[in-house]
């Protein structure tokens, strides 16, 4: 009372119980209010003190026994019931509330306690600072409970449990702070007054009541709230989201548009949206985020998980909804990868994002979220299970927000089809239309996002059927336009017969195709007839044809894919290898780069960019580089050596005929060696005039392999070749393109020189530089001399193409050029026999 002086004589004496019956008082705690405190475990000895004094004063049964000063403000209502907002007094007032509904439950007073502190099932005394808290308030008058079967907790009836027992008890209710300290007052409580049914009456004696307090009326000193806050700094700060939620009731409340009707059990007539969402807010809905609150964090509180999903609602109704002059605004809400941002109130007042529509809209998702089942394990479930959209696993990445893009669209997508009355097979050809767009499109901003959302947000409100309204060719923004044409094409085919249908959707499945299927399509000709037809209604007789072309590339394409999902290496790659026998199918990117699709890893994008199923995706233009890329994989499935269960040798049965009518050329290597793509960690090769170079990585500052080279070593390996005298054979790869990878030979000493054969290839030609690894003055033996000229080696006369390989290549140094892989094997193993003699034994590192 430090800012307030008072004297024992100010205020009226009031019991709780005339507060609502004479002074006809609403007693409503505050927002800015702390939780019920009196109630908390911690404080067991001050609860029990007190209610050791209230048991005392009615044991005694002498009236008025003051619990000191109540005051607050009072509110005149227009239902001529006047609202009281305590400022302080509201822990012993919720304490007398809990001892009076108590003390009626056991003297079979329940039916009047309700008559005076109700009026149609809504509690007088009840709480703003959690929404919550007010539910509990409501049904705890509403409900009587049996105290003669009382579930019981450690060989004693709890009435606690009992209540968390009862159908009206909502689970999330267990999250609020306030009703755990009333049930634990509740069971405090039980323990003191059980047995005295007596104690009622003398609460609520009329002329005598025992326990009253001083009432006073604040309100002329216009008390703000931070005065109350100095008052009463002990208390517990609202979370951000119950901040949030308070006030964006009150803007629900001040709506003066006209609501949908809504409807809630206990009320005959239909209710306002405010009364219904301040309801469901805290039982029904409630309940549904309960059940998944430690979603986003392990707090045992859903106030994140649920602000979460609040929030991209609101981010997509603005989307779909732009204010004038103000259409960018809402994106702001996006941040990196999608993520949703943190959202204040003041924020949506400031820029005018909350309005009744939007509430509307709301209200019908989280109802269909939370579905019409009395107890939730879960969301309700609207689809049986179904690869096209996962309901859970997608709503809890929403409201962790964790969801990617193509998945926030599959969630708005799924609950406007639900909204608009979608439901079972349409339902599902629905979200299998959905899902093929958004899962062959890509999102990189939320700019993309916005067009896909506009579009699938359109597509719904249309009359029609999916299938019906595509084979209209109604127009689809947003989306990969390739992907669009696929999905029309494939609607006249699903609406032909339950054979098509059933050979779309089998294919569609595949996980690596993932709804995308073009290929089938275009191979068995199909694609080529709808262009020209711009329909599918070929003849009876043409029927059979297309059904089994279309069969037969999705039966290959089916095998081969599941075969290589995870890595390419299981064939060693020989599917690269026979599609490479038949063109260069290999996808190209910056600075002469190219990939190989030889590489499952999804860092870089390589996935998205250079896959088997970027180039499998359909090109709308038929003279693009991309339809002379796919004819290739055609003319793999149609080469009589495919076979779908025997893989892997008749793709190298592709490969060895590819090689015996070849000559000599870089892809020939590839397809010849399959070691070759195993360096490829991300299937990128550097391919030019002037080299052919395999990059271990995705750029050449990591370390890269030559082509040529690399060949020539696997080959030597293959042949067996002795190479003594020589002790070492590596290969030595670079990671600049100022270095040249090799092969080098080296260990071989001879008058006491340490000499060593490095192999490159440079210009289209093999060079053998034979040359001196550490001494450089000393010239070479005669002897060796004559052996290299003898086996077509000659001094070096430009020397600075050389130096590129080390610093210690002189003018002195020999070397052979060829331009065959084989006559450089050839030639190694003419010179290394004629070394052998030469060596002077010296040890070499």
Known sequence: MSRIEMNAGSGEQLSFYQLFEQKNMQVEIPIIQRDYAQGRAEVAEVRDTFLQALHSYLEKGLPFRDLDFVYGSITNKADGRDSFTPLDGQQRLTTLFLLHWYLAQIAGQGASFRQVLSAGGVSHFTYETRSSSREFCNALVAKDIDFSALLQESGKGCLSKTIKDRAWFYLSWESDPTIRSMLTMLDAIHQQFAGHADYFSKLIDKENPVITFRFLNLAEFKLTDDLYIKMNARGKPLTHFENFKARLEKVIKSFQGTWPKYHLSFKQSAVSGYDYFIHKIDTDWADLFWHYRN???????????????????????????????????????????????????????????????????LITQLDLLRGASSSCAGIAMHLQKNSHYDEENVFKKIIANNSSYPEKLKFHAFYTALAKGKAGAELE???????????????????????????????????????????????????????????????????????????????????????????????????????????????????????????????????????????????????????????????????????????????????????????????????SVWHQRQLHVKAVFDDPRFDIHHLKSGLEKICSKALSDSSLRWQTMLIARHELFSLCNQGFIVANSEEVVLLHESQRNHYHSELYSKYLELELAKSQLCTAPFKNKRYNPVRSSDERASLILDGFCANKQRLGLNVFFMQGQYYLLFYRTHDVATPFPSELQEVLVRCGFCIITDLEAYQAEDGLCTSEDYVYRCKDTKNAIAKIAELCPQLEGLSDGSQVA
């Open 295 to 361: 979603v986003t964090s392990q707090d045992e509180s859903y106030d994140d998980e649920l602000m979460n999903f609040i929030v991209l609602s609101i981010a997509n109704f603005l989307l779909l909804n732009p204010a004038q002059n103000n259409e960018n605004l809402p994106k702001t809400l996006f941040g990196q990868g999608g993520k949703i941002t943190q959202l204040s109130f003041i924020e949506c007042e400031r820029n005018g994002y909350l309005s009744q529509p939007l509430i509307i809209e």
């Open 429 to 623: 050809a629905w979200m299998r239309v959905i899902y093929n767009l958004t899962e062959n499109t890509i999102f990189n901003s939320v700019d993309d996002y916005h067009k896909a959302l506009v579009s699938i947000h359109d597509l719904a409100k249309m009359e029609g059927t999916i299938l019906n309204l595509l084979i209209q060719d109604v127009q689809v923004q947003g989306f990969l336009s390739a992907q669009v044409f696929e999905e029309k094409l494939k609607a006249h085919l699903l609406l032909k017969s339950s054979e098509w249908e059933a050979a779309i959707t089998q294919l569609e499945s595949h996980e690596f195709f993932r709804g995308q299927i073009g290929y089938a399509l275009k191979f068995s000709g199909i694609v080529d007839y709808f262009n020209q037809h711009k329909n599918v209604g070929w003849l009876d007789a043409e029927e059979k044809n297309y059904l089994e072309q279309f069969k037969h590339y999705a039966s290959c394409g089916s095998a081969l894919f599941s075969a290589i999902a995870q890595s390419s290496g299981v064939l060693d790659f020989a599917w690269e290898r026979a599609v490479l026998a038949k063109g260069d199918y290999l996808t190209s990117t910056t600075a002469d780069r190219f990939n190989l699709l030889s590489t499952r890893t999804i860092k870089s994008n390589i996935d998205r960019d250079h896959s088997w199923r970027r180039l499998l995706r359909l090109p709308l233009d038929e003279s």
